[in-house]
């Protein structure tokens, strides 16, 4: 093509690319522009040429930014089709664009100097070393043009590591053989960088106070930049030693750095890096180095300067890298000291923990919260926390932890210097709550190592800030609560400082009792804490909630001296009854949240005592019980819920009577009315019949207020009370656990033939007949979501079976608002109690039948026909049960089921039970997720999704895969052995999802007595099977992974002694095909099913040749390849492989149905061409078996020469 072609050509390609960046050009000419631009890329010859034309510095940017897009493009894709001498041409022409073809470094624009570098890098990616050995050496001679060229060759050398070391985006040969060249060159290298920055840094140095140098001064400047940012993607990586060469040369020059503002955000970054490698200890240790007089100056003054500057974003940011880098040599030396009888304090150690404790006070929230895991480390260490100097700075890290504890510095408000920093780290209030809940737990493991070191120091300020907090007057604040006047909100300044106190407390005093000896600890001290607080009256919810944290915080005291227990238990009695009263009229506010939780704080304490500390309340049982049989007497001084929580605390007490006849006889004292109620004939009705419920608990009427009048209230908390009860008696009533006190008193009723005895629970009689109406109840519930009954329904309470809006917001991963919720009422209407008791109702009852079994054991499951009354209640009208009504069943009540049932019972309970649940559920989850996959690809044909992530399909997919979790983990209990710790495929992380790459073994090859049992029926067997190998192709990743990791091995290696069907074992191996398409772009998913098709094929090849059928259908399968394989496979003994060999083979062999990322999909390849190898090893010379050697040639060949190269 002419001169005057190629000129025609560009001004077209110019036209082009200005109506593609032109906003105002229409969409259908920027869609033939762009249409005619990737033609030309694609298909013209002439893309150098054009290429070179375009990106000359007299054009516009974009069009020169165009040009050089094109010259990458060929590279990429035509480079392997160049003549030698076109490549060269194209190469001189780069190097030329790099020398003279940008304009001046202050001018230049940032993408073009980009484009230009990802030029130069791809052809580095493809010839260098082999083919262009001279390349450092001209990027040596281009820095020497001026700052311009020197910057173009440090983006050159970064983006080179970036994507050679860095991203791994070359072939592994490749990479291989530019990584081992830059090894080679880095010591001149290295040298090379630390010149550079050198030499612009005393230049920009002696420039910047000439302000007729200031560009001058700021083109060296952006040169230092660009040389600290290549450093720190080569100081990642490279050999220790050459970071701490030359007596630590570049952690100086960094140090230095800090103290330039233009400079030290990028030279903390840097430094940051260096010290934070890992490797061997021998090598870390010129690192602390930065303990120095010098080092530590620069440090400490840089950080002083940032910090007297303000809120300045720029010196802010560089405040959190210079933290980092206080906590990343913190990690050094912990590693380090010790290690070595050289290593041990440093110098300047003082000085270092004085600046922590500086970042520790700082106002931002969030370099408080970097200083946390660092203080952590060294006073969990051993020898760093022996050290004296540390201990001497407890006091202050207690002091500036306790101050740190106030809840403060929301970005909505400007109460605290924190706020102005939260604005800047936080979006908003929830983001900062969520992470300021996470600050305050990390300070909790500070208080607690600080006081296992130096428990009486913590007592003593949290004995002191106490005695204050007693003292201080109420400060409501701005933000008063709406409830009464001069009570608190959240946000009151008492508050913060009440809630804060009691955390730090509970921290304190759990290390004090654990740390000290009995005899050592402060009881007196503590009593009079403890009196102290109890003299304490407040009307205000919140601020009394803390004092009864405060009261539990201080009770162990009470088991070296019990005189003020009498005081405490009246104390929490009175708080479980009470009530805010409105002042000018003398009347019961309306009850709030905040005094909701008051009442159960109180309720919770109670039970708490009893269930850590029953001894303390023993003595005083009868005055206990008489109390709690008063309180319960009276229908309006407690609620359900609160009642039940004292029954449970007699219940507990009971457990130390020790006493089977005794325990009983109580027990059925203390469940006489709820048993007399709920074996009433009335309510026998109302439990048995759909109508009647509905009717008896209200919600076939409309109420005349919706807001305030319920009269069926009433009943419903007699059933609830019922339930709650139940409840409680099977969680709490317990056989003593000394095996000696359990014969004598009653409990053990024989032993097994393993000789492990069987107990008795004094609770079971009374229980098991309960358990009827029960069960009544729950086919009740269950019959309540049939048509006819939802007709039933008023319409005021349709909605009343639907999910409470905080389960949907925690399905969906919604957080909840951050508002003052101690102000809101309980529920806000009728319809909110009624949804609330359906939901807890439901939950409680499968609560119950889930505890039954761990609680009364053989007698529980030997009730007459319990398979068949469960079967005809529990797994009534499934089809009509949603997915949020369908997962508590299996988590609370089945799952539990089958871990406590004993194996004399899994023929005659269990599997009756499993069997018709497992096909159910089979059916259920598969019509389920062909929906969402039929959904899937209409989203896919429209273009996404048009739905909010809150809409109502959203929320169903979401809960069929929480279903579907649920059900692959019950049928993983039911036939798979716990081997170890078990590690859920969901909850691992990245690297040890990438570490299954070899591939990763099947969580346990053995199955349950249980599984096997259930395996004998032919119906079960094929329920598991299919269930499991279905939901290796259901779209969730953590389905996938359960399934193929804990549950398809094991089923199917048990059925492989019988004879399967062909079909069968055809699709259990298309299903794992189809799972590695549907899952194989995730790395955990894709070796767990590469493994798991292996072993299937390996398995089943043998006797199945339909699977080759299977396996020639894989996309792009080499046939020739796959003949290879069946033949080493089923001739074992004439190809010896290794396991890991034919697993890779067998990779390979499916590369063509393993799914990619959707970004990767339409991808088109770049190819890079491997270059002979940089070092070849000579292939080793055939020697003469030593049997046949003569005596004297043995040791002849040791002498040899060449001997030193073995």
């Not at 030499?199 to 000439?210: C, F, G, I, P």
């Not at 096997?1012 to 598991?1024: D, F, G, H, N, V």
Request: glycine residues 4%; charged residues 20%; contains cysteine.
């Amino acid at each position: 093509m002419s001169g005057d072609q190629i000129t025609t050509l560009c001004e077209q390609l110019m036209k082009a690319v200005n109506v593609i960046m032109d906003g105002g050009s229409s969409s259908r000419y920027r869609l033939e522009a762009l249409k005619f631009c990737e033609e030309f890329k694609e298909k013209c010859p002439h893309t150098v040429q054009c290429g070179l034309r375009l990106a000359e510095k007299n054009n516009t940017g974009i069009v020169r930014h165009f040009g050089l897009q094109i010259l990458e493009h060929s590279i990429k894709f035509r480079w392997n089709g160049m003549v030698h001498r076109d490549k060269v041409q194209l190469k001189n022409s780069v190097m030329t664009l790099l020398s003279r073809g940008t304009h001046n470094i202050m001018v230049e624009e940032a993408y073009i100097k980009d484009a230009l570098s990802r030029i130069v890098v791809e052809m580095i990616k493809r010839e260098w070393p082999q083919q262009w050995p001279d390349m450092l050496n001209e990027m040596d001679k281009l820095t020497a043009m001026g700052e311009t060229q020197t910057e173009l060759v440090m983006l050159i050398l970064l983006r080179l590591v970036e994507d050679v070391v860095t991203f791994q985006t070359i072939p592994a040969q490749r990479r291989k053989d530019i990584q081992h060249a830059l090894t080679q060159n880095m010591m001149q290298l290295f040298s090379f960088l630390l010149d550079i920055l050198q030499e612009h840094t005393q230049n920009y140095k002696q420039l910047k106070a000439d302000t007729t140098q200031e560009n001058k001064a700021k083109a060296h400047c952006r040169v230092a930049i660009a040389t600290l940012s290549t450093l720190a993607g080569y100081v990642d990586w490279v050999a220790l030693h050459h970071i701490t060469a030359d007596s630590c040369k570049l952690l100086e020059v960094l140090c230095m750095l800090l103290t330039e503002p233009e400079l030290q955000l990028e030279a903390a970054e840097c430094l940051l890096i260096a010290i934070s490698r890992k490797g061997k200890l021998e090598d870390r240790k010129p690192l602390l180095v930065l303990f120095s007089d010098a080092a530590m100056h620069c440090i400490l003054s840089a950080a002083q300067t940032a910090h007297g500057a303000g809120l300045v974003e720029q010196h802010y940011m560089f405040l959190k890298r210079l933290c980092q880098v206080l906590t990343a040599l913190g990690g050094q030396l912990t590693a380090l000291w010790g290690s070595d009888k050289d290593v041990c304090q440093p110098p300047n150690f003082n000085k270092y923990l004085q600046a922590f404790l500086a970042f520790t006070n700082h106002p931002s929230q969030y370099l408080r919260s970097s200083t946390q895991i660092a203080w952590c480390s060294f006073l969990r260490y051993e020898h760093v926390s022996k050290d004296p100097v540390l201990l001497d700075v407890i006091p202050q890290l207690l002091h500036a932890t306790m101050a740190n504890l106030l809840k403060v510095g929301f970005p909505s408000k400007s109460d605290s210097p924190s706020c102005e920093y939260s604005r800047v780290d936080f979006d908003n209030d929830e983001d900062f709550n969520a992470f300021f809940n996470s600050f305050r737990a990390q300070q909790g493991e500070t208080i607690r190592l600080s006081c296992r070191l130096s428990p009486m120091t913590g007592f003593n300020m949290a004995s002191e800030a106490l005695q204050y907090q007693l003292t201080a007057i109420i400060d409501v604040g701005p933000t008063m609560s709406k409830t009464g006047k001069g009570l608190c909100s959240i946000f009151s300044p008492s508050f913060v400082q009440w809630d804060a106190l009691t955390f730090f407390m509970e921290s304190v005093m759990s290390q004090l009792f654990r740390t000290m000896e009995p005899e050592h600890l402060p009881v007196a001290d503590g009593i009079e804490l403890l009196k102290a607080v109890l003299s304490y009256q407040t009307h205000d919810p919140l601020i009394l909630s803390c004092i009864l944290t405060a009261v539990s915080t201080l009770s162990p005291f009470l088991l070296h001296n019990a005189t003020v227990l009498p005081q405490v238990l009246e104390k929490l009695f009175a708080s479980a009854t009470f009530e805010v009263v409105e002042e000018s009229q003398g009347l019961q506010a309306p009850r709030t949240r905040a005094v909701k939780n008051v009442r159960r704080h109180a309720c919770s304490s109670i039970l708490k005592m009893c269930r850590d500390h029953p001894e303390l309340i023993m003595p005083v049982f009868e005055m206990f019980y008489a109390h709690v049989k008063r309180l319960q007497q009276d229908e309006r001084q407690l609620t359900q819920l609160e009642k039940c929580a004292l029954m449970e605390s007699l219940v507990l007490l009971s457990n130390q009577f020790k006493d089977y006849a005794r325990q009983k006889a109580f027990l059925e004292e203390l469940m006489a009315p709820v048993t007399n109620l709920w074996l009433s004939e009335e309510m026998h009705s109302v439990l048995s019949d759909p109508a009647m419920f509905l009717s008896y608990i209200g919600a076939d009427v409309t109420p005349d207020d919706p807001i305030r009048e319920d009269p069926a209230g009433i009943n419903r908390s007699r059933i609830s009370l019922c339930v709650y009860t139940i409840l409680g008696v099977v969680k709490r009533a317990r056989w003593p656990s000394d095996l000696e006190e359990a014969k004598a008193g009653g409990f053990v009723v024989g032993f097994t033939p393993s000789g492990a005895p069987i107990y008795r629970n004094a609770c079971t009689e009374h229980v098991i007949k309960l358990l009827d109406n029960l069960l009544a109840l729950i086919r009740t519930h269950n019959n309540l979501w049939l048509p006819e009954m939802m007709a039933q329904l008023s319409p005021h309470f349709m909605k009343a079976h639907d999910m409470l809006e905080v389960e949907k917001n925690a399905i969906l991963g919604i957080p909840q608002p951050l508002l003052d919720h101690a102000d809101a009422p309980v529920y806000k209407s009728v319809l909110e109690r009624m949804q609330g008791f359906f939901c807890t109702l439901y939950d409680n009852c499968f609560h119950i039948l889930g505890n039954a079994g761990p609680s009364m054991l053989q007698d529980f499951f030997a009730i007459s026909n319990f398979a068949e009354s469960v079967i005809n209640s529990a797994f009534v009208n499934l089809e009509n049960i949603p997915d949020y009504r369908l997962r508590p069943v299996l988590r609370v009540f089945v799952k539990p089921l089958v871990q406590s049932c004993p194996p004399e019972h899994y023929e005659t309970v269990l599997c009756p039970i499993l069997g018709p649940l497992f096909s159910y559920l089979l059916q259920r989850l598969s019509g389920k997720w062909v929906v969402i996959n039929q959904r899937g690809l209409l989203e896919a044909e429209s273009g996404g999704p048009e739905e909010n992530p809150e809409s109502q399909e959203m929320l169903d997919e979401q809960l069929t895969r929480l279903l579907t979790r649920e059900s692959i983990d019950l049928m993983t209990v039911c036939c798979c052995v716990k081997k170890g710790p078990e590690t859920m495929p969901g909850d691992m992380d990245d690297d040890e999802m990438m570490n299954t790459n070899d591939g990763p073994h099947v969580g346990s090859e053995e199955l349950t007595d249980l599984g096997k049992c259930l395996l004998k029926s032919e119906e079960i067997c094929k329920a598991l099977l299919a269930t499991a190998y279905s939901a290796v192709i259901w779209n969730d990743t953590i389905t996938c992974q359960r399934a193929t990791l804990q549950l398809c091995w094991p089923l199917i290696k048990q059925v492989l002694s019988a004879t399967l069907h062909s079909d069968a074992t055809s699709w259990f191996f298309m299903s794992v095909l189809r799972g590695l398409q549907m899952h194989g772009q995730h790395e955990g998913c894709l070796a767990a099913l590469v493994n798991l098709a292996f072993m299937i094929y390996e398995a089943l090849r043998p006797r199945y040749p339909e699977l080759k059928t299977v396996m020639q259908q894989v996309p792009q399968i080499s046939g020739d390849a796959l003949d290879q394989f069946d033949s080493k496979l089923l001739n074992p003994s004439s190809h010896k492989m290794g396991d890991k060999r034919r697993k890779d083979l067998f990779k390979k062999l499916l590369s063509g149905c393993i799914g990619k990322p959707l970004g990767q999909k339409f991808k088109k390849e770049v190819h890079i061409k491997n270059l002979p190898t940089l070092f070849k090893k000579p292939k080793p010379q055939p020697t003469t078996p030593i049997e046949e050697t003569n005596e004297d040639n043995i040791l002849a060949p040791l002498f040899d020469p060449r001997a030193q190269d073995i």
